[in-house]
């Protein structure tokens, strides 16, 4: 098999003789490096055939390099200090540690073959120190670089520089403003923000992250530097510039940290001026694996089960922002095979996934979901994603495709599981068209983690007790966990954020009672017979484990009710 490819570049025979890219992707690669003449394991990234963790193990081998992984590495400020930023960054170097004793510096590079990058390194640090190069994906470099040197210095040292900037530095790639908005975006990357927003008032401009679903205040800037921040803005998402007064949507394409972010651009016209929203989409922050997506035991069997099933609907509900389309990404990543035709509409595509078909919707594209699906359903899909189910005609399209033998998801706006069912019958769904073609419907809503390095442990009261669904007094002692803070979530008392869940699983019994037209207080009690969690049991069980605190999951959703006492295999 590997006969034509005898004169092929020899990282690209040892990625196919490991089985990591066929004949026909070495070839695709192969042409790709010809055209552009770049690295051929970094063509292989970028095209998707590889990851570049699968890139770092495959050099590792094929160099006998030590491969290493950056994201928990710590390392000492003087290590750090033997390279120069400067030095480090042009030819994407991390040192890592420094033996006195053999005097040998380990130095992190994607490439550890640079002839010139390790003769830069050698010549500064001079003949006493020994370069010991060690492999790591360059993404990771980036990364590790930017969070090691500070990030964060490089929008100070603009913003002093905008006090002096002159008149006629105006040119797009060098005055202080373009490369602020820059920074700014850099910056909220690293700082795990999902949305940035640009809120003009009438003598300055607020600038906002919004960091595990809270708004934060980051800067604050002169109003007379905003025109030529939207501007730019404005260009890069592909907007009319000259358009002020009504609203717009775009998108900006970024690499950082040497990754792939997609930046969703809202404008709106507001009193001072148009204020700017930006959505940011990383791609590997974007695609979790089923099990990692935050299911308990029970729950994940639920939906496995659900997904095993050949045909049928399943909805995910919840607010917006919630994370419907994570949830429903890992759904289709633990699906995704080569034997199946998995065909999505969204509004719009956030996350762009390899082999799966993905169709923008909206009034830009002149398909709306409805239209989409009927296309879709002449395209020989197995799976089909519905981004929303917004209207009747959407749900009765959704619910024929699930019966005409299609796995269908979808997402619909909800509070709990168990409301889906009478929201599609308020859409017109017939109970006994419903029944048998529903597989099942998850709710969720997303809590805050308490920061592992700050939060506070302390036996539960009476009355928190109580909310758990355990006796005020006696019996075992329960530990909770409470938010502090401390320089590593900024004060916060959290960092990141999990899912709680709603799970149901339809069977025979519930199929009957939603035929028979049963109220969703009947079907909530069989559901709860049943083994179904509420959102906020899966949220106590969740507080029980000092992952998040009661705290939060009031702020969620809403006041605690005493729980009914929790069996032991819940708690």
Known sequence: MN?????????????????????????????????????????CVELGFITEAMLRDALSARFGRQAVELAGAVIDPATLARIPETLARRHTALPLAHDEATATLTVAMADPQDLIALDALAAHCGPSLRLCPALAAESEIREALDRHYGYRLAIDDILQELETATPAARHETTHPLMRLVDALLVDAVKTAASDIHFEPEAGFLRIRYRVDGILHQVRALHAGHWPPMALRLKVMAGLNIAETRAPQDGRVSLTVAGRPIDFRVSTLPTLHGENIVLRILDRQRGIVALDRIGFGQAQHAAVAGMLARPEGLILVTGPTGSGKTTTLYAMLDHLDDEALNIMTLEDPVEYPMARIRQTAVGEAARIDFAAGVRALLRQDPD?????????????????????????????????TAIGAIPRLLDLGIRPALLAGNLCGAIAQRLVRRLCPNCRRLAPASAEERRLLGLPASGGEEIVLGHATGCPACGGRGYRGRQAIFEVLPMDETLDELVAAGATPAELARTARAQGCLALGDDGRRKALDGSTSLDELRRIIGPLAPAPALPATQR
């Open 383 to 415: 799976v089909i994603l519905i981004g929303e189910i917004r209207d009747a005609k959407t749900a009765e399209m959704a619910l024929r495709a699930a019966m005409t033998g299609h796995r269908v998801f979808a997402t619909l706006h909800t509070n």
């Open 3 to 43: 006969a034509p490819y005898t004169a092929a570049a020899p990282i690209g025979q040892t990625l196919l003789t490991a089985g990591l890219i066929g004949d026909d992707q070495l070839r695709i690669a192969l042409h790709e490096q010809r055209r552009e003449h770049r690295p051929f394991g970094q063509v």
